[in-house]
Nanobody, 126 residues
Framework: QVQLVESGGGFVQAGDFLRLSCTASGRAFRQYTMAWFRQAPGKDREFVAVIRASGGHTYYADSVKGRFTISRDVAKSTVYLHMNSVKPEDTAVYFC???????????????????WGQGTQVTVSA
């Protein structure tokens, strides 16, 4: 069992920087693939970024590639989402997700993740 708690959301202006954090409780953090998803009002939950348990490989949605970076601190059991040059279309509730048995083909599929945080709101003004 893993509990995830996100923090770091807020209200920022376009072009600003924001860092989201997701701290996991429970055992064996290093064995979990960690991902960020987001959901805007009236839209489906969409994949943002993922960092794999094995090798730490990262993957990004095209909409955030080059602007966002996912990283993790195993000692702190925390995964981060560094959001540079934010845009109004980045406005959403951001969720952290974890799973210990992810395969490549399902990394961007929110239904494949077993554990979720409560979400943190990010609002970007123009």
């Amino acid at each position: 069992q893993v509990q995830l708690v996100e923090s770091g959301g807020g209200f920022v202006q376009a072009g600003d920087f924001l860092r989201l954090s997701c701290t996991a409780s429970g055992r064996a953090f290093r064995q979990y693939t960690m991902a960020w998803f987001r959901q805007a009002p009236g839209k489906d939950r969409e994949f943002v970024a993922v960092i794999r348990a094995s090798g730490g490989h990262t993957y990004y949605a095209d909409s955030v590639k080059g602007r966002f970076t996912i990283s993790r601190d195993v000692a702190k059991s925390t995964v981060y989402l560094h959001m540079n040059s934010v845009k109004p279309e980045d406005t959403a509730v951001y969720f952290c997700a974890a799973d210990s048995s992810m395969i490549y083909s399902t990394l961007a599929d929110y239904q494949a993740y077993d554990y979720w945080g409560q979400g943190t709101q990010v609002t970007v003004s123009a």
